[in-house]
């Protein structure tokens, strides 16, 4: 949300007073304006066993978090200045770029998807105004005509919390989400300006927002987020990043991602999004070495798709056993199926054992093509251990939630060169990251039992 160097850089929100600043939108604002939106194991329950590691309570299988299609979409459109690089108006040559060609099509499918029942689209100028989805998507594909003085982002984000925040709803905002401050003595303010604006209208508790970014060519006038640094004409020989935010109630936020912005490849970071357990389950003739075989009551009348005891025969540094969990990861986001992401962030706890996590790794097509228990899973985790246990002791599987790489490749503190960089991008996000309290929740835990052999 970059300024025209030809009008006044609005001053940071520092607070609810420069919110409702001339320039800016707020609540108030919105009133008048039109279409104001309306399974643990049993056998041997970790939590009971003295000494185990806390595990946290499952999410709703996959199935059960299927849910009626969402109440509502409204979709933001930014048109201030700095966003006609990315939409200018058709040439002779009718060249477009690849945030026209992305957009529109996005557009399209959010108008015809019946993941919603009600569908609204607005244009963000020095506030929203309702729009058509013909409009909106003219715009995109010929360019802004009048584009808009200034935007805000804490305004912006204060006004979908107080006017479009509902159940079953959620609202998306399509931006350069640049922050431009007046001077540089309000940048170590960004994340705190953020965390307020979310907030101004009360505590969320199931607040969610994932954060989807791309890059785009750029033809036109580039203006740096600070204005000291001067705007930029004829740019650019770069591609230029763009975002798509989702924010509303977490289980609508997981329902549009999942219908709508899973099917495009696109840097990622979700905040406060919880989701499904996946299915899981020990592998007993894939990859497997050592004595031990399933532990689970019932074991050999049972589907092999759900055992969680390993039952450990002998182990030893000289005989040591191997085993393989699947995993369905399916019903996540790609940023948690990406290999490198679980390599680093998926981690192994246990009580009194050397068990350890070997190696992390996608399904292949011969994996998927086995007539074996694992084709039903997307991931595998493959674990070592040489130390045979002396009772039933817990073992959890564990995603920890952590920032994706990307986002620190694509921040920078100065932005006077264009690149494939956004000004403060990090300190926007810390914004995000602090509505879900100090403590991080992991992405999911698989609890599993280890126990020696009867």
Known sequence: MRYLSSFPRLLPALGLSLLLLPGCYSRSDMKTEEGTATKTPSDVPPTEVPGAVPVRTPEPTAEAATTQPLQAVNVFLEVSGSMEGFMPKTGAGGENTKFQQHVAQFLSEVNRTS???????????????????????????????????????????????????????????ISDFIYSPKNAGAIPYIKTDIADALSQSGEKSDLAVSVYGYTSDFRGTYYPALVASGKKTNCCDTEIP????????????????????????????????????????????????????????????????????????????????????????????????????????????????????????????????????????????KVRLTKQPKAARPLVLRLQDQRPAWVAQWTTKNDATPAPKTFALSSLLDGLEAQGGAEKKPIFEVPLTLQPAE
Not at 116 to 121: D, L, P, S, V
Not at 129 to 146: E, F, H, L, N
Not at 365 to 376: C, F, L, M, V, Y
């Open 115 to 173: 993941a919603a029942r009600q569908k609204t689209f607005y244009r963000i100028k020095e506030r929203p105004y309702k729009d058509s989805y013909q409009a909106i998507s003219g715009t995109v594909r010929s360019g802004i005509q009048q584009p808009a003085k200034s935007t805000d982002i804490p305004s912006v984000l204060d006004t979908l919390m107080t006017n479009y925040y509902r159940p079953g709803t959620v609202s998306i905002l």
């Open 242 to 381: 763009y975002y798509i935010w989702v924010v509303g109630p977490a289980g609508a936020v997981r329902q549009f991602d999942a219908a709508l912005l899973e099917q495009q490849p696109a840097k990622q970071a979700h905040f406060g999004v919880t989701y499904p357990q996946p299915n899981y389950s020990l592998l007993s003739k894939f990859q497997n070495k050592g004595s031990w075989y399933y532990g689970d009551a019932g074991a050999s009348k049972r589907n092999a798709e759900s055992y969680r005891v390993i039952a450990v025969s002998e182990a030893s540094p000289q005989q040591p056993i191997e085993f393989v969990v699947g995993l369905d990861l399916g019903q996540l986001p790609g940023q948690y199926q990406d290999a490198a992401y679980l390599k680093q962030n998926l981690k192994l706890q246990g009580v009194d054992t050397d068990a350890k996590l070997l190696d992390v790794f996608a399904a292949t097509d011969q994996n998927r093509a086995s007539s074996g228990p694992e084709s039903k899973f997307t991931h595998f985790a």
